[in-house]
């Protein structure tokens, strides 16, 4: 459970003031990603279930509370109002594995001003970090073509939350399983892994360690890099002559070198030895570029276990994702800062398919039947969510699948697509800006 | 409170092994960075006290220790011992905040082996994620020249975990304050905050919300470019025409655009209308270079909000550390995978100084007694943190300046250092590295 503490002041300062004028009308705010990073085609929306768990159970506690009033900066109204807050308003978004691109809602919060503005926080950090680590895996995934990838990335992930999230997330991208356990007993992930290079120095000579470690777990796989890769392989072939038909390891893993013509050799000295149903498995350092080379250079592995690149989004560790106010009291509003201009208003997106393949998306002004499948639908209403918002975490990975086949090729795969995927705004949408812009100077400059 | 299942599977199979084998001898691990990131003269270490938090209070609850069982992999001889499970060992480590280069250990485990072992991923996420996390942040204070910089990244931090721990290890490198009222909460750095677009755009007019929010919040920071930067900082002049003395407007707050030419003309405008006292506040995908380009270019600006790129160590997300074996049953220990070759045994660090200022660092042998400031203390003794070993936050900020003040200029500069700063390897440290080669020839090759 999040601790409500987790939102930077100002949501909180702002309510103060929104009470004290009394704005507590109907807002809407708008989670989207401004712009698509240069290496990611498209996004994989991630986080949802998060989201609407914590809509559903923010509280403020007694000494959470207390702590707030300690601080000396907060009206009585705005301690009384959290203290008897709960969240009342609506959510539309897309479902969790859903394709975006920029300047596309990944979901729109609808509630009195203050509420909306309280959850800006917490929101923005649990969908940042979802769909960031989504995106990244997708592309790993991709690279791996149909291969098995392992997520063994928690321990330099950013922080528990992470090492948690991200197994969710990457586990949504089609990644089989996680190394990581509370992932495996949280969410019901597959976990895996091996052993690390500690074992076998622990031990006197490698044979003895892989000895002891095939003898605990028959079908294990077995590290065989930790002096020399090769040599390392040829003593499981010893290990295999030795135990006979006890012998059941599945694997050797390879987790530095040259992984192409380590591969190729210790697939021939398997081969040789009659042990082709022991697979090779590959780690170290690895992500989709570098899977994609390996892959490339036709070496034989079968499995790959990523790692840091893939835990902490190395090449994009963050998106500019923003939650903006796009409506209040029934008026569309935008923000003009450079770089940042906003769209007014509440949100559909229509994506135009043709033969089953998507051929470009529609952003439309809320309530607007334009061809194409809407991909926002009401997640949350007043304060709870609806049945069928949430869809088990495998039922997500089929929906990722099926909507990944639904892309073009050329947005799924690694090489940054030059023009990017269309996405168009409505003729509705637009005047619906030029109007905002209008009335804006109107009020504005009578100021 | 960490979770005991936020670890690898492997840990647990290899301490199953471990056991049914009878490996219960000492072990020592060290927990140290491979190289230094190019963009990185030195790391700040930081999360050690987190770490000593986890190995004092580490326990398998009932639930945890059913679902390990329902796995069906592991020995019943494994789920009793993680059943009276805690942590016997002891730690040596630097302080928190120390200066440190590639290979020297931030910490080391001194504990039996299953016990040593289990701990890895967790000591790993926490000790990488706080001191990547000051590392970074020591580079933004340092470009600031003294000016305050403010911690704004909760909202786009990998998670809930990030979002406390990176404002914490931000505090200990110097940064001033931050928007995480968590963090303040938590571990009493102090808060800070202005506020965000959706409050201006929730106003029919710009400086109707100006006038509303300095009603509320006399000496707050004005956030300016919602629409136009310049008006409305002009709209800032007139409020304070409009209040006279009871214009207690501390700052504006620059949040996109050119930020050079904005921050001098905004210093215009506000001086001419006499309102040299009210400040300028910028912030917007600011990281060090762009600090310093700032003040480079003359840029009249006090203060800093630094959000993502600071808290998600957007250049360096990740750092090459690791946890790696060095000494087991009286016999050091490493490993010869390329790239990642591993120094025998339990280690010090001497810290040689000429006036003051350090020149270089020895690499040594733990025992060993050379010229110089050692930088390993233990910091837990049988499982118990040792008196002194938890400094309050402020005396770390305080010892973090006091530190690096005594490296070369050089060094806590933002541009490489090419060579980086000298780190030696005793004589000792070097015959010790050659023995263990000899002995595990004789060992591995006898198999």
Redesign the interface.
Known sequence: M??A??????????V???L??G?HDE?A?SLFVRRLPARRNYLLACGLEEALTYLETLRFSPE?LA??ES?G?F?QQLLDWLEHFHFTGDVHAVPEGTPVFAEEPLLEVIAP?PEA?LV??YL???L??QT?AASKAARVVEAARGRPVVD?G?????????????ARAAYVAGVSAT????A??RYGIP??????????????????AFR??AR??PD?TLLV????TLEGVW?VVKLARELGPDFQVRAVRL???DLVSLSHSARTLLDAAGLERVQIFASGGLDEDEVALLLAHHSPIDAFGVG??M????DV???D?A???VE?AGHG????????VLLPGRKQVFREEEDGVARRDVLARHGEALPGRPLLRRAMHAGRRLAGASPSLEAIRTYVREELARLPLEVTQLEPLRPPYPVVTSPELSAAKEQVLTW?RE??H??
């Open positions: 999040a601790s503490l987790l939102i930077d002041l100002y949501e909180l300062t702002m103060d003031a929104y004290a004028e704005l807002a705010f959470e702590w707030l601080l900066r009206s001003l503005q800006e926080t923005l950090n649990q940042h970090l960031l063994f928690v321990r330099r992930m950013h922080g528990e939350d992470a090492g948690l999230k991200v190394s990581n356990l509370l495996g007993q976990v895996a892994g091996t052993l690390a290079h500690s074992y076998i120095q622990a031990h006197d000579d490698e044979l003895a002891a470690y605990r777990f294990t890099d930790t002096y020399d003593k987790d530095s070198g840091t690149a835990g902490v989004s190395a560790p963050s998106l994702i939650y903006k106010l209040y509003r935008l923000k003009l800062s450079p770089g940042k804006l009020e504005s009578a100021s």
